[in-house]
């Protein structure tokens, strides 16, 4: 069977999505095949896989899996991305909403850009203390659907994400369902820096949008960013959050940044096979 698909980027993470709404999927174990889809050099490739699914209270529900065949709640870059495929195949108008494993999420999309109404972060932790590898680091911590921890650094250009990402991710205070790390640098009030190693993708991406999001709150809770804060990831492709603060909560946060369409294609029975079945 020949599986149509859209290949997908939203600010430098990739995305295979696929509608499946009619059950093309039934019977698949998931989480297994998510993975040989995932993989680069072997099948399509991708940081993440979205199933367009029905819903009967928004105009699709999706399902989100990481690269490793994890579900996760939420994905900002996944949920641009989504959003404007429903729009383009004709799923829904440029104003849409989806359902998500957090709840109902609203968007718009404007030509390649779509502006994401994100649900309100809960779990806001600033400045505590985590020990890695016998030292303290001070971190913040934020649920923006899906958790993150934010660390500020000086040197963000050289910071070694590839060994303190792991050790935050998998740290014994964030288990057992682990925690995305995020390693900023504040340049002004309305500038954020940022590098980010995601759980699922389990390696540093070129962009996380929840992460960004995290970032902006975090910063404008130490006092130190107000909306609307301009994040820039290290794929190059910028993000913009818009958010109100009433004193130490948020609320009308908003993820805005590009959604692009990289092909359209039919994914072969040999793209999700493994090695010995090949």
Request: glycine share 10%.
């Given at each position: 069977?020949?599986?149509?698909?859209?290949?997908?980027?939203?600010?430098?993470?990739?995305?295979?999505?696929?509608?499946?709404?009619?059950?093309?999927?039934?019977?698949?174990?998931?989480?297994?095949?998510?993975?040989?889809?995932?993989?680069?050099?072997?099948?399509?490739?991708?940081?993440?896989?979205?199933?367009?699914?029905?819903?009967?209270?928004?105009?699709?529900?999706?399902?989100?899996?990481?690269?490793?065949?994890?579900?996760?709640?939420?994905?900002?870059?996944?949920?641009?991305?989504?959003?404007?495929?429903?729009?383009?195949?004709?799923?829904?108008?440029?104003?849409?909403?989806?359902?998500?494993?957090?709840?109902?999420?609203?968007?718009?999309?404007?030509?390649?850009r779509?502006?994401?109404?994100?649900?309100?972060?809960?779990?806001?932790?600033?400045?505590?203390?985590?020990?890695?590898?016998?030292?303290?680091?001070?971190?913040?911590?934020?649920?923006?659907?899906?958790?993150?921890?934010?660390?500020?650094?000086?040197?963000?250009?050289?910071?070694?994400?590839?060994k303190?990402?792991?050790?935050?991710?998998?740290?014994?205070?964030?288990?057992?369902?682990?925690?995305?790390?995020?390693?900023?640098?504040?340049?002004?009030?309305?500038?954020?820096?940022?590098?980010?190693?995601e759980?699922?993708?389990?390696?540093?991406?070129?962009?996380?949008?929840?992460?960004?999001?995290?970032?902006?709150?975090?910063?404008?809770?130490?006092?130190?960013?107000?909306?609307?804060?301009?994040?820039?990831?290290?794929?190059?492709?910028?993000?913009?959050?818009?958010?109100?603060?009433?004193?130490?909560?948020?609320?009308?946060?908003?993820?805005?940044?590009?959604?692009?369409?990289?092909?359209?294609?039919?994914?072969?029975?040999?793209?999700?096979?493994?090695?010995?079945?090949?």
């Open positions: 069977m020949k599986i149509p698909f859209y290949k997908m980027s939203g600010s430098g993470n990739d995305f295979v999505i696929i509608d499946n709404r009619k059950g093309i999927l039934e019977g698949v174990e998931l989480p297994q095949w998510v993975q040989k889809v995932c993989r680069r050099g072997l099948s399509v490739g991708a940081d993440g896989l979205i199933l367009v699914q029905n819903s009967p209270k928004a105009d699709f529900q999706w399902r989100f899996f990481n690269a490793d065949g994890g579900e996760a709640e939420m994905c900002g870059n996944g949920g641009r991305c989504v959003a404007r495929f429903a729009y383009l195949t004709g799923i829904s108008g440029r104003s849409l909403s989806f359902d998500t494993l957090c709840g109902v999420i609203e968007a718009e999309v404007v030509g390649e779509v502006k994401l109404k994100m649900g309100n972060p809960s779990d806001v932790r600033l400045n505590y203390p985590i020990s890695i590898d016998s030292n303290e680091c001070i971190v913040s911590s934020i649920n923006t659907g899906v958790p993150h921890v934010v660390q500020m650094v000086e040197d963000l250009e050289h910071y070694d994400v590839s303190a990402g792991p050790a935050i991710r998998y740290h014994p205070s964030y288990q057992p369902n682990g925690t995305n790390a995020n390693f900023i640098k504040v340049r002004d009030e309305h500038t954020i820096h940022i590098r980010t190693y759980r699922g993708v389990e390696d540093e991406t070129l962009a996380c949008g929840t992460g960004a999001v995290a970032s902006a709150l975090i910063g404008a809770s130490k006092g130190l960013a107000s909306s609307p804060v301009t994040v820039h990831p290290k794929g190059g492709e910028v993000m913009t959050i818009h958010f109100q603060e009433k004193g130490s909560s948020f609320t009308d946060v908003f993820l805005e940044g590009d959604a692009r369409v990289v092909y359209v294609g039919e994914m072969w029975e040999e793209a999700y096979m493994s090695n010995e079945e090949n």
